[in-house]
Structure formats: structure tokens, C-alpha cells
């Protein structure tokens, strides 16, 4: 027997069906919840409850107080010396011994770059814009400049010891003092900075001498190495000071050229390879000569040149740069392009063929591929491409990239106009990408 | 056991044992209203977090006058709006004439022929901006001027949305119904 069913309407059939209707929440839902409540409300002025502003009522009275008390013990502990307990500077020194010492210049010119010493390792790629170059990410190697440095403050040190234990009588100074010539050797020298030279005096062993370099250092070693971080020409002087008190003075001239700076960055600042033509910018100063060095084996010497790679590798770009006077100085980076090797790129337009769907499978080389919408691509290994009108209505998916949109939907070719693209996958590296843009349809 | 005028009372006060009792009195029903809004469950537990916030933070307006569940729900609704107008940007609109619907007889139903779970799964399935004119009409029973105010639309398009709501409604419960009862077809022989 049948049962008479009553008619209703749409309307009637959601409102009763589901009007009242009760589903189950997750139990996680709940715990959720009460936590979300339990922090919202720490974070509001609530009376009822402990809450920030309370916190904070407690605190920071505590932190003063604690704050007061530790100051006035501090005071009661402090010593009145002010003097500071870090290493006492050369100017210090030169103050208690009364001995005019300038600071030599040790800084080297032109390289605002934090120098790692040792490591020959360099972070790949970023050669930032602009001129100063603040980041750790490129070595420069400049001819041992490191090292020089050590011995050039043990020097100023052992003058220092010398003069302060009061061996020489200073007015024996002022009174004999004969002008002899070639007492140092070499007599001239010429370099480029920063331009290390060893002197030689040719004095007895016996006597006690005195090299003025001129920038500002000093030595009492009979045969000291100096190096001229700074161009310029420089008059060195030796005292050479004799038992029977008579002293003797010679010197000689140092030339100090100056030093180009090796100085290149890399457009575009994160190519592919090996798609991408690199344009490499010269930021060298005092250069006349380049010699660049690609890192395939292929070298340049234009100022500026242009370089495609036949293939993605490991790189070392280095630049050579050489000034007026023969003078050098390199940069070179390490791997310059990793992490360049996977792409995907779609076009912005394409104009389908008016004859019938092809199914969208393209070859790369042939005509028919201006037909299809694909992408351009390196290293993908997942793929799922979209394809929806300007309204929002789905038109085409492919999760093959070899099947690109032939422009037709339902066996019809879609209008001329904009259409929308999203893409996502990964890249055999396993690193994912989404993409999405819009891509023009054109009536042929 | 709590009265609902006790609890309102002591949630007003952030009484963590009145909190917990509300929600487990109304969690159950709420979802409901939130399912009818969301497009999965998950979307629907996560406006119902939000609705319960709200209620517990706004619990203190509750004037006492109306009915409390009234009250709730329409927390619970205006939620859902609010949820629903935070994701607009990431959803495509679909101009209403470029919806494909056909126009369908069916213009009656059997009461008991479908499930709720099934006329979920049919409301769901709707683009988001129908499926809020249709519940605020149909199910909520708020008048085509409220919900023009309420989703920040034209009466008109209000009125409109629904009636091409309705069609795209029968259509899929149309061809819902043709399923079921082939499969019953398929079970008797």
C-alpha cells in the first residue's frame, strides 16, 4: 500500500529538512576553542580573570623596583679608576711615553667587504646592486694583505719598548748627525699597493738604528719589511745610531702606486642557465685592462661583456683588472649561478588554430607549438595546469606538460579575449611552485 | 543542570564552566547553520570557533529579551556572512548569466526522499554567493531588503540570486533523484 507522500516546495523541503538540524562537531573543535577563549581573554582587561594588564600591573613594578635596588648596590661596588679594560691603543701608549706616534693607515682602500681569511668558500650568485658592496657573499683576494698586517703592528710595538726603556740619550740625537749616502737598500723602489719592501741597512751590526717609512710607521729593525698600504711617494729615513754617539742618516724614495679595485655584478641578478644571456656590469675603479674568465673556459676582455653558457653548471666568473701603471687586483666568485636551473613560463598569448581542436600535445620545434598554450620549462616534475574564463568557469586542466590548451572548450573554439592560467607542480629538486597569470587568445 | 538564564549569566562573567556547558547544549545545532554556509565540514567547525568567540565575548548584549537560540543563531549567521566576505577575494565570481542552468519541471518534492545529508552535499555544491541568498531566504526567512543589507548587495540582485539559486537547486536535486532512484532500480532486481 502506498503511502501518500506530500507535496511540498523547494523552500519547505530546506526549511524543514534542515532548519533544526544538528551535526556533531569534532572533538578537537571544542579544545580548540576553550584554548583560543582562554588566550583572548589573558589578552583583554577582564575582571574576573588573570589577565595581561594585571601581568603587567605585577611586573613592571617588580622591574623597577629591582631595577632601583641593583643600581644602588651597583654604585656602592664601582671603582673610581675609568679607566677601560680593553686593550690599551697605540695613541695611549704614545701618550704616557711621550713619544709621537700617529695611527698608521691599515685599512685597505676601496673594500667595505668583510674578508674571510682562509675559507676559499663564497656564497653563490647575489652580487648585490650599487657600489657598496655590505654583504659577505663575495671574497675578495688581495694580494697578502692579511698577513702584512700582524707584522706591521709588531713593529709599532718594539719602537715603543725601545724608546720607553730610555737607551738613547736624546741629545746625542740632536748633536751628531752625519748625512751619508746609500745606507739603505734598496734606494728606489716602485710598486703597487699595497707594496711591500724589504729594507736592508747597510750598517754594523753594533749599531742601533732607526727606519722612518714616511706613512707613518717606524722600525728599529736593521733589516725591516714594510708595506706602503697607501699611493703615494715616500721618503724613508734611517737613523743609524753609533756607539761613539754619533748618528748617521740616509734615505730613499718609495713610489706607491695606486691599486685598482676589481668590481663586477651580474644581470640579471638571478639568470637561468642556460636560457639566459648574463650581462656582466664592470664597477672596477682605476681600471684600464680587463680579463674576465667565464668559468667555461671561455675568457673575455671587452669592459663589459655579454655571455651565454651552452649549459647550466657550476661557474667561477673571474675578473682580472689592471690600472695605468700595471697594477692588479681580482674578483672572483665561486659557483656564481646555482640554484638557477629549474623554470616554468607561460606565455601571454597564443593564437590557436582555427581549424579544430589538436588536442593540445605540441612539439617544441615545429610551427604547430605557437598554436598551443604551453610553457617553457626546465626540471619539472610535477604539473597541473588550469585554464578558466575571465569569470571564474573552468575550461581546460592538463596534468602533463606536453599537453598544453589548444584554445578550443566542448569541442568549440573559446573567443578572442583574456583567460586566466594557474599552474602548480614541483621542480625535480622537489621544490613546489604555483604560478598564475593571464594569457590572451587571438583570432588568427 | 544549568538554566540558560544561569549560564548566560555566568559566561557574561567568563565562567569557564558555564563556556563549556553553552557550547555543549548548542555546538550540535550550530553546526547545522554553519554546514549550510560552508562548502565542507572543516569550513563549518572553523566558523563555528568563530561564532562561539564571538558568543562568549558578546554575551553580555544579550538583553534577555527574544529567544536565546534566536540569538545564537543569528551570531552564528552573521558569521557565516562575514566568513564569506573574508574569502571573496580568493573565489572567482561567476556572473549570474554565465551560469549554465537548465530550467527543469521539477517543481515538487517528496518531503521524506531526501536526506539532510544529501541536501548538504547539494547546498554545498552551490557557488557561495547563491548559496547565502538562498539560506538567508529560504531556510533563515529573512526578507530580500534584509539580505541586500546584509551581503552588501542590490534587492534586486538579491532577488534575482535566488530565483536562479532555486533553478540550479532543482536541477541538481533533479538529477540527485534520477540517481537514487536508479539505484534503488538496480537494488530490486
Known amino acids: ?444 | 543542570m544549568m538554566s540558560d538564564q544561569q549560564i548566560i549569566k555566568l559566561c557574561a562573567k567568563h565562567n569557564r564552566k558555564a563556556q563549556q556547558e553553552l557550547y555543549d547544549r548548542y555546538s550540535r545545532l550550530l553546526l547545522g547553520v554553519c554546514m549550510r554556509y560552508a562548502s565542507d565540514k572543516s569550513e563549518a567547525e572553523d566558523i563555528l570557533q568563530e561564532s562561539f568567540i564571538k558568543i562568549f565575548f558578546n554575551i553580555q548584549d544579550f538583553s534577555g529579551s527574544g529567544s536565546f537560540i534566536g540569538w545564537l543563531r543569528r551570531v552564528a549567521v552573521n558569521t557565516a556572512i562575514t566568513h564569506y566576505h573574508k574569502n571573496l577575494k580568493y573565489r572567482y565570481q561567476v556572473e549570474i548569466e554565465e551560469y549554465e542552468t537548465q530550467e527543469t519541471g521539477v517543481v515538487s518534492f517528496e518531503e521524506d526522499f531526501y536526506t539532510s545529508d544529501e541536501l548538504y552535499i547539494v547546498l554545498n555544491d552551490l557557488p557561495p554567493g547563491y548559496r547565502m541568498v538562498f539560506n538567508l531566504y529560504a531556510v533563515e526567512g529573512y526578507k530580500h531588503k534584509e539580505i541586500a543589507e546584509m551581503l552588501n548587495i542590490d534587492t534586486n540582485t538579491s532577488k534575482s540570486q535566488y530565483s536562479r539559486a532555486k533553478a540550479v537547486m532543482r536541477d541538481k536535486l533533479e538529477k540527485l533523484g534520477k540517481l537514487k532512484i536508479s539505484y534503488k532500480e538496480e537494488n530490486l532486481s
Not at chain 1, 519547505?12 to 544538528?22: C, G, M, V, Y
Not at chain 1, 588550469?386 to 575550461?395: E, N, Q, R
Open chain 1, 1 to 444: 500500500m502506498k503511502e501518500k507522500k506530500q507535496n511540498i516546495t523547494l523552500r519547505q523541503l530546506f526549511r524543514r529538512k534542515l532548519e533544526n538540524d544538528e551535526i556533531m562537531p569534532d572533538n578537537a573543535v571544542r579544545s580548540k576553542l576553550m584554548r583560543r577563549v582562554a588566550r583572548q581573554e589573558f589578552l583583554r582587561f577582564i575582571p574576573y580573570r588573570f589577565n595581561i594588564f594585571y601581568l603587567a600591573g605585577i611586573l613592571i613594578p617588580a622591574i623597577t623596583v629591582a631595577g632601583l635596588v641593583f643600581a644602588t648596590l651597583h654604585e656602592k661596588n664601582t671603582v673610581s679608576t675609568s679607566l677601560p679594560l680593553s686593550r690599551i691603543s697605540s695613541k695611549d701608549t704614545a701618550k704616557y711615553f711621550e713619544v709621537n706616534i700617529p695611527e698608521p693607515e691599515r685599512k685597505p682602500v676601496n673594500v667595505p667587504l668583510t674578508v674571510q681569511k682562509k675559507s676559499e668558500k663564497v656564497h653563490p650568485g647575489t652580487v648585490p646592486a650599487g657600489r657598496q658592496n655590505t654583504s659577505a657573499s663575495v671574497v675578495k683576494k688581495p694580494d697578502s694583505l692579511i698577513e702584512v698586517q700582524h707584522a706591521a703592528v709588531k713593529n709599532d710595538l718594539l719602537e715603543r719598548e725601545l724608546f720607553a726603556n730610555g737607551n738613547v740619550d736624546s741629545k746625542k740625537l740632536q748633536t751628531s748627525v752625519i748625512a751619508v749616502e746609500s745606507l739603505i737598500k734598496p734606494e728606489s723602489s716602485t710598486g703597487c699597493a699595497p707594496f711591500k719592501v724589504r729594507f736592508h741597512s747597510n750598517s754594523v751590526a753594533s749599531d742601533s738604528c732607526r727606519w722612518i717609512f714616511g706613512d707613518g710607521g717606524f722600525s728599529s729593525d736593521p733589516d725591516p719589511e714594510w708595506i706602503f698600504d697607501v699611493e703615494g711617494e715616500y721618503k724613508v729615513v734611517l737613523q743609524v745610531f753609533r756607539h761613539d754617539g754619533s748618528t748617521l742618516t740616509s734615505a730613499a724614495i718609495v713610489n706607491v702606486h695606486p691599486k685598482p679595485t676589481a668590481h663586477y655584478e651580474i644581470m640579471p641578478e638571478k639568470p637561468i642557465l642556460p636560457r639566459d644571456e648574463i650581462h656582466f656590469l664592470n664597477f672596477s675603479t682605476n681600471a684600464v685592462q680587463c680579463k674576465w674568465d667565464f668559468g667555461d673556459g671561455t675568457v673575455s676582455d671587452s669592459y663589459e661583456p655579454s655571455h651565454t653558457y651552452s649549459k647550466y653548471g657550476a661557474y667561477d666568473v673571474r675578473l682580472v683588472v689592471f690600472s695605468d701603471k700595471g697594477c692588479s687586483d681580482s674578483l672572483v666568485v665561486f659557483n656564481a649561478f646555482s640554484g638557477s636551473e629549474y623554470f616554468i613560463d607561460f606565455p601571454n598569448a597564443f593564437i590557436p588554430n582555427p581549424q579544430g581542436p589538436t588536442g593540445g600535445y605540441y612539439s617544441p620545434k615545429s610551427d604547430e607549438a605557437a598554436q598551443v598554450f604551453h610553457p617553457s620549462y626546465s626540471g619539472v616534475s610535477e604539473y597541473q595546469l588550469k585554464i578558466f574564463s575571465k569569470l571564474g568557469i573552468p575550461i581546460f586542466e592538463s596534468n602533463d606538460v606536453n599537453s598544453g590548451w589548444d584554445g578550443y572548450h566542448k569541442g568549440q573554439l573559446c573567443a578572442p579575449g583574456v583567460y586566466i592560467w594557474k599552474v602548480r607542480g614541483k621542480y625535480r629538486n622537489g621544490e613546489p611552485f604555483i604560478k598564475m597569470g593571464d594569457v590572451t587568445l587571438l583570432k588568427k
